[in-house]
């Protein structure tokens, strides 16, 4: 069985494209009325300027945005129609359903796993779910469910965390899905997103117009972090640690340094109403130009021990990791080894993209594999 997953992963491996890299974009979703439009997604660019509409169809008050750039595909939840719907992501057309959750889907993360975990709305069908990510069903994951589950992430030991917008909590999953405790019962009254970084448990109160902070270790209150917003939901965080911030009142996403210190309005124009998912991407994965030569600059293409090409050498300067959504994982100097050990990453599907010394890119596909 494992056989046949590599030989299915390799075909996504054998593409290489050349690319020129800038910065990112940031994706919004706009809930409008909840229960009625004009809902839509709008990108708009590293300054949070020149607002787009990326897209419009196919939306019942989308609650996520997914990119899967092994399949240059973008995935949105959308919790009034039960459905997960799939879009080109380079023209955000509509390209299928990938899936019906009969829960209603609000917020999506990829496993260390690889798989798609999708979480619920609904009060009595809640538990969290797995999905391969062409759409196949995998299983319920969680033991038990969460009421009204808006916010997911995982620590660093694998532990997942769920918080429920009705109960004021955040529940704690072991790494099998099986129930650990309600790791955060305190100082909620209506979380919505929940990330993780540094060992700090961010989460979103939309209730509270706050963003308060907890040990992730455990669960214990911190602060109240920022207190200045108004139904908050949707939180992204900038390379340089500046969060953003979805704000119902000023409808539109806001600025806030590492310290939360108000930097002000992020987004300008757009038309949002209710702005309630805000998601990063790396130009790198937009910007194609043919200016390096094709070429393998990493071998093997599966396992977890790889050789640069030191033909490449003088020409390349760095190669950045990427996971399948786009998720910066870690940089190697090409100039200063010529061999890659990724033992310490989870098996999957990872982008390398190379960059050279006049600053062009390239991009090769892998699978680690530890066996």
């Known amino acids: 069985m494992k056989t046949l997953k590599l030989l299915t992963l390799l075909g996504f491996c054998l593409l290489s494209i050349n690319l020129v890299a800038q910065n990112y974009y940031t994706y919004v979703s706009d809930a409008a009325n909840f229960t009625s439009g004009p809902y839509q997604i709008v990108q708009?660019?590293?300054?949070?300027?020149n607002p787009v509409v990326y897209i419009d169809d196919q939306l019942a008050w989308p609650q996520?945005?997914?990119?899967?750039?092994t399949q240059d595909v973008v995935l949105v939840s959308n919790l009034n129609s039960g459905r997960i719907t799939k879009y080109n992501s380079t023209t955000g057309v509509y390209i299928e359903d990938f899936a019906q959750v009969a829960g209603g889907p609000t917020r999506m993360k990829v496993g260390d796993d690889g798989l798609l975990y999708v979480i619920q709305w609904s009060n009595s069908n809640n538990k969290v779910l797995r999905f391969q990510l062409d759409g196949t069903f995998v299983d319920e994951y969680t033991d038990m469910g969460v009421v009204q589950s808006i916010g997911v992430d995982w620590d660093d030991s694998g532990n997942l965390y769920v918080s429920s917008f009705a109960g004021g909590t955040v529940t704690k999953f072991d790494p099998n899905g099986d129930?650990?405790?309600?790791?955060v019962n305190t100082n909620l009254s209506g979380p919505t997103n929940v990330e993780i970084e540094g060992g700090v448990m961010y989460v979103l109160d939309w209730n509270a117009g706050k963003c308060v902070r907890f040990n992730a270790n455990d669960g214990s209150y911190i602060d109240d972090?920022?207190?200045t917003l108004t139904n908050p939901e949707g939180l992204a965080f900038l390379p340089n640690g500046d969060l953003l911030i979805g704000d119902n009142g000023t409808n539109s996403v806001r600025r806030f340094d590492s310290a939360g210190t108000d930097l002000g309005d992020y987004t300008t124009g757009g038309g949002l109403l209710t702005p309630n998912a805000v998601v990063l991407r790396d130009e790198i994965f937009l910007s194609v130009n043919d200016n390096l030569p094709p070429g393998a600059f990493i071998s093997p293409t599966v396992g977890d021990r790889f050789q640069f090409d030191l033909s490449y050498l003088g020409q390349l300067e760095e190669i950045r990791v990427y996971s399948v959504t786009g998720t910066l994982i870690t940089t190697v100097q090409f100039e200063d080894q010529s061999s890659w050990n990724a033992q310490y990453l989870a098996e999957g599907i990872y982008i390398m993209v190379a960059s050279s010394t006049s600053g062009q890119k390239s991009t090769q596909k892998i699978i680690i594999d530890h066996d």
Do not use: A, K, M, Q
């Open 225 to 227: 972090f920022i207190t």
């Open 44 to 49: 708009f660019d590293t300054n949070g300027e």
């Open 64 to 69: 996520d945005i997914l990119f899967i750039e």
């Open 179 to 183: 129930f650990d405790s309600v790791h």
